[in-house]
């Protein structure tokens, strides 16, 4: 998968499959459901690293779960969130930032938050050569500032504000967009006018591709939060506690081990108790 194969999906009417994953053998497994893109996304804070936001994600936190994910998989494209205030700074500050997850992640591509702010950024991020996701709408590294996880673009000088950013990474030689939490109406709107893919979440059906958090789209998860944007395709939450729940009841019943999980040796190993073999040992 690559970006221009991305662009050829859109224009050929292909819709493009992007999940999230962290580690290794989510990766694989999403590379072998056939995924397209797989983003190293920043949610790892909430749901695997189990903070309240996105926010204290650090940038060695990325790299470190990018190598993992690089690692696994060859056919989908990976893509990697940069971490909340690593692209405020200078240019030369943020390329230093984007040249860390490109070459001690072995990354492909970095993901952004923001539109008309970060357009300068961006361009000179892609003109470094590393390719660029966009990311509006809801955008969670500025939750605190937006007030909630709120759907966005319900009034026209929002979805006016919307349609700018989107155009602006456009221009600015974004690849795609993400477009979270926003109306159908208005991805619709964005996905006619932009010639690069747009990939909801909780964006409607009118996205050229879909995005959704593993541990979401599988309820892999202790105590799941119902998101209306959110389907479930598997319960995974369940099946990890009743395997560990049943596992735990064998070892204390003493079933497991049972024999066939044992190995066995001809050796006479009587005398070497040694002291510590009590009397009933010895008979
Ligand atoms: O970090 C993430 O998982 C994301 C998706 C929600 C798009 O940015």
Do not use: W
């Not at 190995?263 to 009590?278: A, I, P, W």
């Amino acid at each position: 998968m690559s970006t221009t194969r991305m662009r050829k999906m859109k224009a050929d009417g292909i819709p493009i499959s992007m999940i999230t994953a962290y580690d290794y053998p989510s990766a694989r497994l999403a590379e072998q459901a056939g995924v397209d893109v797989i983003l190293v996304g920043d949610s790892l804070g909430n749901v695997v690293l189990g903070y309240e936001s996105t926010l204290p994600v650090t940038l060695d936190d990325m790299i470190y779960h990018t190598k993992a994910v690089t690692r696994a998989v060859s056919r989908p494209l990976v893509v990697t969130d940069l971490p909340f205030l690593t692209y405020h700074g200078t240019i030369d500050h943020t390329l230093t930032q984007v040249g860390r997850i490109m070459r001690e992640g072995l990354g492909q591509a970095v993901k952004m938050e923001g539109g008309i702010e970060i357009a300068q950024t961006v361009d000179a991020i892609v003109k470094a050569g590393v390719p660029v996701m966009g990311h509006i709408g809801l955008t969670p590294q500025s939750v605190f500032q937006i007030g909630g996880y709120k759907v966005q673009g319900k009034t026209s000088a929002q979805a006016q504000k919307l349609l700018d950013d989107a155009l602006a990474l456009e221009q600015a030689g974004a690849f795609a967009i993400v477009v979270e939490l926003v109306t159908d109406e208005l991805s619709e709107l964005l996905t006619r006018r932009l010639s690069i893919p747009t990939i909801g979440i909780g964006a409607g059906k009118h996205c050229d591709g879909q995005v959704l958090v593993f541990h979401d789209v599988l309820q892999y998860t202790a105590d799941p939060v119902p998101k209306k944007f959110v389907k479930a395709y598997a319960n995974l939450g369940d099946h990890i506690r009743d395997g560990i729940a049943r596992y735990v009841q064998e070892v204390k019943a003493r079933s497991f081990p049972a024999e066939e999980h044992s190995f066995h040796t001809d050796l006479e190993l009587g005398q070497l108790y040694g002291h510590h073999r009590d009397e009933s040992d010895k008979e």
